[in-house]
C-alpha cells in the first residue's frame, strides 16, 4: 500500500510537471538584489537556483573547489570563507568548519533555510571559514573521470556506499580544506550519513582523528537496531535482493535529482495546495514527522534540492545494518565475494574505539533513524565520546536538525559554543560553556 501510494504520488509529480514552465533564472545579477533577509524572500527562485547562486544571492562569498578522488571520482566543495554581516574582512585566517550533508542531500542542506537558520551563513557570521562537501554521487559529485553515472548498461559508477564515502571522500575532501585553509585540523559538523561516514573514515583511517579539533553528530547514526520509519523499514527487509535486482535492470543510482522533484515540489507543496500534506508525508516517510518544527512555506524549496541522488548501495548498506544490527563493512552478498573482499566471510564490524576524534552527539526522542538506545550504545563503544546532548524537545526529529524551525536556538547555537570553546581551550573549555546544566556530559571524559 505504502508503494502505491508514492506511485501515485509520483505519477501525479509527473503529469504536473509536464504542465508546467520552468521560472527563469538565467540572469544571476538580476537577482542579486538588495537580499538581507533572514527568511527565504522567494522560495521559487531558490528552489530553482544551485548552492553557489544561492549563496551569492544572499550577498554571501562563495567559493566551488573540486577534488577528484584516488578511484576518481570528481567531488564539489562549496565554501562560504566570511561571513557577510560580521567577521566579513577577506583575507583573515580562521578556524574552519566541515560540514557533511546526510543522505539523498548535498550542500544545500546547510544553506537552505536561509541567512537565518542555514548552519552554513550562521558558523560564517560566527567567525568560522566553512567548508561544506558533497558526497559522491550526489547533484555535485556526479562526476567520475572515466565512468559514466548514466551508462545504459554499466552501473560501475555506482558501485559504493558511505564506506567509500567515508573511506576516500571524506579523507580526500578534508586534506584539500586543510591546505586551501592553510590549517591542520578543522572541526567536523555531520547530520546522519555525514554521521556514519565520519565514524567510518575514524576507523578505517584512523590517522585522519588527529586532523579533527571536534567532530559534532547531529542525529547520529551507526547502529540500527532499534525501531526504525518505515521507509526504511521496507527498505531493510528487500536489502539481500535490493542491489543485485537494481543491477540486474542496469540500475545502480536511488531516485535521482530530477526536473520532476523539482517543478513536483513546486506545484505540489507551494501554500494553499491541496497537495501540500502529501508533501509533508514523502518527508515524515523517510524521516519522521514534527508539525510543530515544520515551516510548510518552504517546501518548495527543500524539493527544488532534495533529493539529490545516492547509490542504491548506500540504502542497502543501510539495510543490512538494520537486519544485522551491528554496524559493519558493506556486504558483499555471498561468502565467497567477501571473503575475497575482507578475508572473512562476514564482512568486518567498523572498530569505534579507533574513532579518536573527540565527538559530540546531538540527539532527539522522536529520531526514527537515530534511536536513543542505538545512539547510547554508538557513545559507549567510541574511543573518546565527550558529550551527549539530548534537544529538549520531545517531538525534534531526524530531518529538524536541518529544517526545524528552531534549529538554531535548540542545537547550532551550543554546536557553536562547543566549537568556539574547543578551539581556545580544547576539552578544559567545555565545562565553561553556557547551558551546561542542560548537557549530559559524561563526568569521567571531560
Ligand atoms: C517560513 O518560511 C517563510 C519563507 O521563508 C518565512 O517567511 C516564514 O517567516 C517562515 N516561518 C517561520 C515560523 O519561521
Ligand atoms: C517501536 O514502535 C512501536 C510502535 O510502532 C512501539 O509500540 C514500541 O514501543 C517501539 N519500541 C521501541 C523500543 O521504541
Same mark, same amino acid.
Not at 503529469?15 to 533564472?25: K, V
Not at 533529493?307 to 538494520?322: D, L, M
Given at each position: ?38 527568511? =527565504?524572500? #522567494? $522560495? ?12 551569492? &544571492?544572499?550577498? +554571501?562569498?562563495?567559493?566551488? %573547489? ?13 565554501? !562560504?570563507?566570511?561571513?557577510?554581516? #560580521? ?6 585566517? &580562521? ?15 546547510? $544553506? ?28 555535485? =559529485?556526479?562526476? %567520475? ?15 559504493? =556506499?558511505?564506506? *567509500?564515502?567515508?573511506? !576516500? ?5 578534508? /586534506? ?11 572541526? +567536523? ?11 567510518? @573514515?575514524?576507523? @578505517?583511517?584512523? *590517522?585522519?582523528?588527529? &586532523? ?28 539481500? /535482493?535490493? *542491489? ?8 545502480? *543510482? ?62 542497502? %548498506? +543501510? ?18 565475494? #567477501? ?31 537515530? %534511536?536513543?538506545?542505538?545512539? /547510547? ?22 530531518? /529538524? ?46
Amino acid at each position: 500500500m505504502l508503494r502505491e501510494g508514492l506511485f501515485v504520488v509520483i505519477a501525479t509529480c509527473v503529469a504536473l510537471a509536464a504542465a508546467r514552465t520552468p521560472p527563469q533564472s538565467e540572469n544571476i545579477e538580476e537577482l542579486l538584489k538588495n537580499v538581507d533577509a533572514r527568511y =527565504s524572500d #522567494n $522560495v521559487f527562485e531558490d528552489a530553482s537556483l544551485d548552492v553557489p547562486e544561492l549563496i551569492r &544571492k544572499y550577498r +554571501y562569498p562563495v567559493e566551488i %573547489h573540486e577534488v577528484t578522488t584516488e578511484d576518481g571520482y570528481i567531488l564539489q566543495m562549496h565554501r !562560504i570563507p566570511y561571513g557577510r554581516d #560580521n567577521h566579513n574582512v577577506p583575507g583573515v585566517r &580562521k578556524p574552519v568548519v566541515f560540514l557533511m550533508h546526510g543522505l539523498l542531500s548535498s550542500s544545500a542542506d546547510l $544553506v537552505i533555510m536561509g541567512p537565518g537558520s542555514g548552519l552554513a551563513y550562521i558558523l560564517a557570521e560566527e567567525g568560522f571559514d566553512v567548508w561544506m562537501g558533497n558526497a559522491r554521487g550526489n547533484y555535485y =559529485s556526479r562526476r %567520475h573521470v572515466r565512468l559514466n553515472p548514466d551508462a545504459i548498461l554499466s552501473t560501475a559508477f555506482w558501485r559504493f =556506499s558511505w564506506d *567509500e564515502i567515508g573511506n !576516500i571522500d571524506l579523507p580526500t575532501m578534508i /586534506d584539500y580544506a586543510l591546505e586551501k585553509s592553510g590549517q591542520e585540523r578543522l572541526h +567536523y559538523v555531520g547530520h546522519s550519513q555525514g554521521t556514519t561516514s565520519f565514524f567510518v @573514515m575514524g576507523s @578505517m583511517r584512523p *590517522e585522519y582523528n588527529a &586532523k579533527i579539533i571536534s567532530m559534532h553528530a547531529l542525529a547520529p547514526v551507526a547502529y540500527m537496531a532499534n525501531n526504525r520509519s518505515l521507509l526504511l523499514r521496507i527498505l531493510a527487509s528487500y536489502s539481500n /535482493d535490493i *542491489e543485485s535486482i537494481a543491477s540486474l535492470i542496469g540500475f545502480g *543510482e536511488f531516485m535521482p535529482n530530477s526536473v520532476v522533484f523539482t517543478w513536483a515540489g513546486q506545484a505540489l507543496c507551494r501554500d494553499e495546495v491541496v497537495f501540500q500534506p502529501i508533501c509533508s508525508n514523502i518527508m515524515f516517510l523517510i524521516g519522521g514527522w514534527n508539525e510543530d518544527q515544520h515551516n510548510t512555506t518552504m517546501m518548495p524549496a527543500i524539493f527544488g534540492h532534495t533529493p539529490a541522488g545516492a547509490s542504491v548501495r548506500q540504502f542497502a %548498506h +543501510y539495510g543490512q545494518g538494520i537486519n544485522d544490527r551491528g554496524f559493519r563493512r558493506y556486504d558483499q552478498g555471498s561468502r565467497i565475494s #567477501n571473503y575475497r573482499t575482507y578475508g572473512s566471510f562476514r564482512p568486518p564490524s567498523y572498530d569505534l574505539k579507533k574513532v579518536t576524534a573527540p565527538v559530540f552527539l546531538h540527539y532527539s526522542d522522536n529520531d526514527p533513524l537515530a %534511536h536513543v538506545n542505538d545512539v /547510547d550504545r554508538l557513545f559507549r563503544e567510541l574511543g573518546r565520546p565527550i558529550g551527549k546532548f539530548r534537544v529538549p524537545l520531545a517531538t525534534f526529529t531526524h530531518l /529538524d536538525f536541518i529544517y526545524a524551525i528552531d534549529a538554531r536556538a535548540l542545537i547550532y547555537n551550543r554546536v557553536i559554543n562547543l566549537i568556539k570553546a574547543m578551539d581556545v581551550n580544547g576539552l578544559e573549555g567545555i565545562a565553561a560553556v553556557e547551558g551546561i546544566e542542560a548537557m549530559e556530559v559524561l563526568e569521567d571524559n571531560v
